[in-house]
């Protein structure tokens, strides 16, 4: 056996799992309150004034007068200070290789932050349309979100925390995505049963996310993965352990889920420059178009990104925008952060 075999053997063998371990010196007063609150209003907990003390030994992440991990990972004021290897790298690569990284995101911050910081990333770099449905509008993306959201939070809750040097990683590459976290398959769950029964690696942790309603007890994520991406009609996704476990799902061919992209990009002059420069009276500029073209491809897309695909500043991206939103033919809907771009006739 090699040294990371004989190292899974013994974390795999402890009578005491990791998530149930405690860290010395941690205190009490290490205990966001902030964090307390977020996971409450999540889960739709009332818990008016009540000690925190009180709240997490609810949770049972209190052993005797000390913190659990598990309760360290979601409630921390510093997560990363007290359990370094608890983080997740969140990237978004140009082509199908790992070559040319055009979006990055570090995340060492609870559990919860987690998760959400991933799904956000992954709806920010996955094209995306929208349906009427009776009066409200539905955005559909390519790629199931809630086999997505799935594999995140199975890859949260299953993960090895007591790896160091490791990291959940959230890929994003043309053909596909990716997430990736560390540990393998757990102890007694076989490759033949893999996605017919359930082993959870972290009780506690699995736990707290069924509180927040992001999965079931029951630990059928593997086939909801599955039944998702096949009413999508997509290619079945490919589960892979070698020490690590990932999950990959491949994202279809723009042309045949969204049409309307790939003309966008054909015929940008035809579709936005006459089109919407009839409205006017006037033509649009060639960065106007292709700020228009990216925007129709992804409404989440930042004035950085735009200014790297263009070519340009990003204060003659702010200019063109400006002028776009004084024209009609372009508006911000929401915050800077976490809302999205809407285009006239788009």
Excluded at 91 to 119: C, M, P, S, W, Y
Excluded at 195 to 202: A, D, E, L, M
Excluded at 245 to 252: G, I, L
């Amino acid at each position: 056996m090699n040294h990371e075999e004989i190292r899974i053997m013994f974390s795999e063998n402890e009578i005491v799992p990791f998530e149930e371990k405690t860290v010395r010196d941690f205190s009490y007063d290490d205990i966001s309150r902030e964090k307390i609150l977020a996971f409450t209003k999540e889960a739709e907990i009332k818990i008016g004034h009540i000690p925190k003390i009180d709240f997490l030994k609810s949770l049972s992440v209190v052993n005797d007068t000390k913190i659990k991990n598990a309760g360290i990972l979601f409630f921390a004021k510093e997560v990363q200070k007290h359990i370094s290897q608890a983080q997740m790298t969140l990237l978004a690569f140009k082509g199908t290789k790992k070559l040319h990284i055009f979006d990055r995101l570090d995340v060492r911050d609870d559990l919860l932050t987690q998760f959400n910081e991933a799904i956000f990333f992954i709806k920010k770099h996955l094209n995306v349309r929208s349906e009427i449905k009776g009066v409200n509008r539905e955005d559909i993306y390519e790629i199931p979100i809630e086999a997505l959201r799935e594999a995140v939070v199975n890859a949260i809750m299953h993960r090895d925390y007591s790896v160091r040097g490791t990291s959940l990683m959230v890929e994003v590459f043309d053909d596909r995505v990716e997430i990736t976290n560390p540990g393998g398959l757990p102890k007694g769950l076989s490759k033949d049963s893999f996605g017919k029964v359930s082993v959870r690696r972290n009780e506690l942790i699995a736990d707290l996310f069924y509180r927040l309603d992001k999965v079931e007890r029951i630990g059928m994520g593997i086939q909801q993965m599955r039944e998702a991406m096949a009413l999508a009609g997509l290619k079945e996704p490919v589960f892979e352990t070698d020490g690590f476990f990932r999950a990959v799902f491949f994202r279809p061919k723009k042309e045949d889920i969204f049409p309307t992209v790939q003309k966008v990009g054909e015929e940008a002059e035809e579709r936005l420059g006459e089109k919407l420069g009839e409205k006017l009276g006037e033509k649009l500029g060639e960065n106007e178009i292709k700020i228009l073209e990216m925007v129709l491809k992804n409404k989440y897309i930042s004035a950085k990104e735009l200014s790297k695909n263009i070519g340009i500043s990003e204060t003659a991206i702010e200019k063109n925008i400006a002028k776009m939103k004084k024209k009609g033919l372009l508006r911000r809907i929401g915050a800077d952060r976490g809302g999205y771009w809407e285009v006239a006739g788009g």
